[in-house]
């Protein structure tokens, strides 16, 4: 191979990986961490809380002074920190409801609560957290990112040479959301760093070739990498699935020991991590019994009680009949397949584009010999088909996600679908246009995870489709003020009531009529449609300010333009599709489906207020006018 006649790649690998570490360490210790993210989003409080709670109380009970701690640094609290109570462990039963195996009863003590999380991110994190406090997360987070990128060169440029391992793996860690999530204090970057240690153990002796290789290769690595396995399945249950492409690649190639030995090295460490949980809290599911979710009022804290303070949340059930619900489940999965792919929110080819850059490069030189990348290909689709058809309605994630990034225990994995690339050109590729779509999410992680909405405003993404089957779990979610806003709601003209999304902001909010809103000029307005029933057409009643303007109304793909003077009014009625069904969370009296079309509103022109009328306190640049109504 190339890379073990290139004698350059002794010296740029530590380089790199030290330059990428340093950056990283540096940003990470310097950082004002609360004010950098505005406090906490998606799940960090939970785990801040665990890290804090292990580096200074050695322990993972929640106590008042947990609270306190977190109030003291970060101003704004903590929010959506999941607790649970604990178990007194009395013996072992099986039961025949969830969660199936249980180990005693309700702790009696309404004093003793525990963290309802995963403890193994937050306990590899706990002696840097030690060290330098909330900044330790950032520290081992920086770590991590330098040994994921270490990894990579080191796989690559076996493969493709110094210079083109080094542009492959560059556009691998950087060129994707990966980075976005070393300013997390959340198991995303250690999950995705877990899968890719598991299959490097498990194929770097496969990358010398099948003469190198020898019948007994990575035998040793492929145990290794299924305790390793393990441990990332205690972290985030589905990446049990990562082992499935080792079994059946020992299985193909007759190894039955082998495999027996790889099933039973993660499930012992899996049983380890598991039985340390049910040590600490007296349950093995953590996620699982008297779990609640608390945002504003905490246990112990001026004057509550206890659990009774927060939102139960816990995870016993599989919601089979919702997943299953055959009235929209075949629609759920066939705009998810696309959406997984090529989605606006949480697209493959935008967030992560070396999959596919891999996936194509794969099928266009084959594998000579290196039949294991289609294994590796096929534990890539199995989580995918996993997360899409389990996750219809959230599947990357919910709203505070900036890509998928529940993908990202998975795509670590995906180094080894990519093959040898001689060509310079090809080689930069991934990392060429996947920065054009991540360079400005990587270079400002914290306000892209403050606001994760934010750059799918952009003409670049919204050149891709809004994920429909994630309404009510999208980054616009982030901003309240600006989504399911109702319009159109007069009985009297039978015009039924209806909401509107705002994806981006080239609308102004909704006017005091509470029935139109202003489009911004020479702007194209964009929102979903959301209605409780379905409607056979669109009305739009628009008109113009003290500036002609053309105005364009696409909905459901359909398209019209009217051309309005200087003051005037005009009417565009048009036709609608079929809606998408959405019905996650839909209420029992409702049972069937929402309706849901992407509806854009276009002005070609636009004015100031004021340069009209001097004295208006309005500095909005206005292009026309929209009051829209639905019709059944």
Known sequence: MIAARDA????????ATLAVALTYTVVALTVNVPEAGDGFFSDEATYYLMGRSIAVDGDLQYRREDIERARREFPKGPTGVFLKRGVDVTGVRLTTASPYLVFGEPDPDPTRLYFGKSFVYPLAASPFVYLFGTNGFLVFNALLLA????????VLTRLSGTQNGLLLALGFVFATVVPVYAAWITPELFNFTLGLLAYYLWLRRH??????AGPSAGRAGATAAAVVIGVATFSKVTSVLLLAPIVAWQLWRRERKAAVRSVLACGLTGAILFGANVYSSGEWNYQGGDRTTCYDRYPFEGGSLGLEVCDERGRNEALTDVIFDPEVFWTNLGANVVYFIAGRNSGLALYYFPVLFGVLAMVWVGTRGEAWRWFVL???????????VSLPYTYF???GSVGNRYFMGVYGICLFLIPAVRSTMTAAAPLVIGSVFMAGLVLHPFDTSVRPYQHAKSDLFRAFPVELTNVNDLPAMNQQERVRIWYGDNPALGHPGFQIYYLDDNSYLQEADKLSLWVRGE???EWLVKTERPVRRLRMLVRAGPVATAVTVTAGGRRQELDLAAGTSGEMVIELPRGFPYKNARPVESPGPAWVWVVSVASSAGFYPRDFEPESPDVRFLGVLVTPYVIP
Do not use: C, K
């Open 523 to 525: 702007s194209r307005a």
């Open 147 to 154: 040994a994921a990128f270490w990894m990579a060169f080191t």
């Open 378 to 388: 096929g534990g890539v689709l199995l989580q995918a088909a996993l997360f899409i």
């Open 8 to 15: 350059g790649r002794r010296w740029v690998s530590p380089v």
């Open 207 to 212: 990358l010398d070739g099948p003469a190198e």
């Open 397 to 399: 994630g919910s709203g």
